[in-house]
């Protein structure tokens, strides 16, 4: 049984793979809510001959998770006495109650992982972080720096620090009235801020006003930074071509530069779309070179046929 004759019977089944590639959804290339920012462990490690400890962690741990599928920040504690364990969740402002919940969900494995058990515990992931400490753990300013990031590549030419400066600024008043979440932006630098959720208007305005001086003097002329403070973090980034927009879907679009040359503080553009429509092109240059070849193939046949009439 051969192909059929006309060449034009694989547009159906093109149709039909164009229409698949446009609607399977592809996973996202760039920074997920879920990459791992910093961790902090306690350096004195848990002693737990009787479990009790455990049994708390645990029972922490299922209440943030719990939690997170409803709230940006919870803040609990497990077991009693001297056995008792502080914990708190926070995820960032823009984030759904979806991404919220899948970002802290992965948490406490995490946890685990990279810090085993010690009495103190916080790891910071790119939507949200997830801290925890035993009775009796020493506490910290809200100021401490806890983590920094630059990016290695500088803005060049005048002005980028002045524009950088007035968008980080804006973010002092921006947390005070936003419930201590804000972001905006300035001619084609975008910043955020937020502060944990239990802080103060007052404190918090502080801290991010700490924050924003650490990041002019740690980061200079920096196209991106982040400053993680004990009760705040903020950070900024540069995009020459345009700020990414949140589409009504929630999801994000790109400048035509792509983002993943700039330190990015948006979790990537869903490429799902551009990489179907890439495949779709391929198969249409596919399905135009099989065409092709097979009416070559039916010329040479219709020829071999012919010279085969003057042989007999």
């Known amino acids: 049984m051969g192909l059929p004759r006309n060449p034009c019977w694989f547009i159906p089944l093109f149709l ?98 990279l810090c085993s058990k010690v009495i103190a515990a916080r790891i910071q992931l790119f ?52 419930n201590g979440f804000y972001t905006t932006s300035y001619e084609a630098v975008y910043v955020l801020g937020q502060c944990e959720g239990d802080v103060g208007a007052s404190d918090c305005v502080e801290c991010v ?26 950070g900024y980034s540069y995009y020459p071509n345009g700020v990414p927009k949140r589409s009504s879907s929630g999801s994000f679009s790109s400048p035509s530069s792509s983002g993943n040359n700039y330190f990015s ?3 990537g553009p869903n490429t799902g779309k551009t990489v179907a429509i890439i495949l779709g092109g391929a198969a249409g240059v596919g399905f135009l070179v099989i065409c092709l070849l097979f009416a070559r193939g039916l010329l040479k046949k219709k020829d071999g046929k012919q010279e085969n009439m003057f042989l007999f």
Not at 209 to 233: D, N, P, T, W
């Open 127 to 178: 939507g949200c972080y997830m801290l925890y400490e035993v009775s009796g753990f020493v506490q910290i300013s809200g100021m401490e720096m806890l983590y920094k990031s630059c990016s290695g590549k500088n803005v060049g030419g005048a002005g980028f620090e002045e524009r950088r400066d007035t968008a980080l600024t804006s973010l002092e008043d921006g947390v005070s009235s936003g």
């Open 209 to 234: 006003k700490s924050a924003v001086q650490r990041a002019q003097v740690e980061c200079g002329s920096s196209i991106g930074g982040q400053i993680y403070l004990h009760k705040c973090f903020i």
């Open 16 to 113: 039909f793979i164009l229409t698949i590639l446009e609607l399977t959804p592809l996973s996202q290339s760039a920074t997920d809510y879920t990459t791992l920012v910093y961790k902090g462990c306690a350096k004195q490690a848990l002693s737990d001959p009787t479990g009790v400890y455990s049994q708390a962690l645990s029972s922490l741990f299922g209440t943030l998770i719990s939690q997170s599928s409803k709230s940006k920040f919870f803040k609990t504690t497990s077991g009693n006495g001297q056995t008792t364990i502080t914990g708190l969740f926070q995820c960032r402002g823009d984030l759904s109650n979806v991404d919220c919940y899948n970002c802290v969900s992965k948490l406490p494995i995490l946890i685990d992982k």
């Open 265 to 267: 503080l948006w979790p």
